[in-house]
């Protein structure tokens, strides 16, 4: 167990439906990251929060958004679903907003868009 | 634009051989490297890393080589273990920033 909680671990969901991934960070981290891995794709990068503030943007699509509430938590929202939206979501948090060593990562959702 | 590279998407190796596991790099402003391991269904965790000052780095029976000029980096796991059957990613920090850059992938498979 890493410490980063990720929910749901699995989601079947139809092309146009809205679907939320929840993150939990390790505790003591600030700093939350998004990453998608699409099949036989590296993992691209989001989005990043610090402390409840949005700090980095990357190949994240419009139809995508995220938050990190007082809690840290995180969540990232899911609309407008097409059939390549389909991948693993990864969570990762970190205690500093620059990390020297990586971070940590959950588990991962694995989203199905049927 | 692929800026970290693993151009070999699986490696089997028998057990006690050595597995060599290759990454490139395009960008000069990456200041640290690292190495992921995953396991299926569960996230990466890493396993190693080095500085852009060092040129070796290791830890048990993890090694990790940078070589500038080349701008290549690899890691050699010796001896394998059927253990460490799972997929490896490098990963490159840009200088100062929050943000890696990962690679594919390399499926390495050690056989017993």
């Known amino acids: 167990d890493s410490g980063v909680t990720q929910t749901p671990k699995h989601l079947i969901t139809a092309t146009g439906q809205r679907v939320t991934l929840r993150c939990s960070p390790r505790?003591?981290?600030?700093?939350v990251y998004w990453y998608q891995q699409s099949l036989d794709q590296g993992l691209q990068f989001l989005i990043q929060y610090y402390n409840g503030e949005e700090r980095a943007k990357g190949n994240i699509l419009e139809r995508f958004s995220a938050q990190q509430f007082p809690d840290l938590h995180s969540e990232l929202n899911l609309s407008s679903l097409e059939l390549g939206d389909s991948a693993l979501y990864f969570c990762a948090s970190s205690v500093d907003r620059v990390p020297l060593y990586g971070y940590t990562f959950g588990s991962g959702t694995r989203l199905t868009v049927v | 634009d692929q800026q970290v590279k693993q151009n070999s998407p699986s490696l089997s190796v028998q057990e006690g051989r050595i597995s060599i596991l290759n990454c490139d790099y395009t960008n000069s402003m990456f200041d640290y490297f690292l190495w992921y391991k995953k396991y299926p269904a569960e996230g990466p965790t890493f396993l190693i890393s080095?500085?852009?000052?060092?040129d070796k780095n290791e830890d048990g029976r993890f090694t990790v080589f940078l070589n500038k000029s080349a701008k290549h980096l690899s890691l050699h796991i010796v001896p394998s273990q059927p253990g460490d059957s799972a997929v490896y990613f490098c990963?490159?920090?840009?200088?100062?920033?929050?943000?890696?850059?990962f690679g594919t992938g390399t499926r390495l498979k050690v056989l017993a």
């Open positions: 990963a490159a920090r840009v200088l100062g920033t929050y943000k890696y850059i």
């Open positions: 505790s003591g981290d600030l700093s």
């Open positions: 080095i500085s852009s000052i060092k």
